[in-house]
């Protein structure tokens, strides 16, 4: 049985996907945080860092630990030091980013995939 409508249908499907990816991946990019930040921030890390690493790379960047998202890579974290956001990175966090319009889980499988990219790329 040939339907030409579903080739038509699936590639709408696939281009909407596309789509919404890029537009996913500006906006994590533009919630990145400076290195110079400092205030709450969500903290993300390596998909395999347990909560016991992140949390003490928190406390050895400075910062408070708030809380921990649905995943233990994930942390919402403050500070008053100024560079906070680039003494977390200094200690392993793929980067820092203010309040996100998306998922704390959805940004840091955004936030992962951007940071691959920039050492790939040299970004």
């Excluded at 991946?25 to 969500?42: H, N, Q």
């Excluded at 390596?46 to 630990?65: H, L, M, R, V």
């Excluded at 906070?84 to 704390?104: H, Q, T, V």
Aim: with cysteine.
């Amino acid at each position: 049985m040939n339907l030409p409508g579903h080739k038509f249908f699936v590639g709408l499907f696939l281009g909407i996907i596309v789509v919404w990816l890029m537009v996913m991946v500006m906006l994590v990019r533009a919630s990145a945080l400076a290195p110079e930040a400092t205030g709450t921030m969500l903290a993300v890390f390596e998909p395999k860092t347990t909560s016991d690493q992140a949390f003490a790379a928190i406390a050895n960047s400075g910062g408070k630990p708030i809380r921990q998202s649905s995943f233990s890579f994930i942390w919402v974290v403050s500070g008053d030091e100024a560079g906070l956001a680039g003494k977390l990175k200094a200690n392993g966090a793929l980067g820092a980013y203010r309040e996100l319009p998306i998922s704390p889980m959805i940004a840091g499988c955004f936030a992962y995939a951007d940071a691959k990219v920039s050492t790939v790329f040299g970004d």
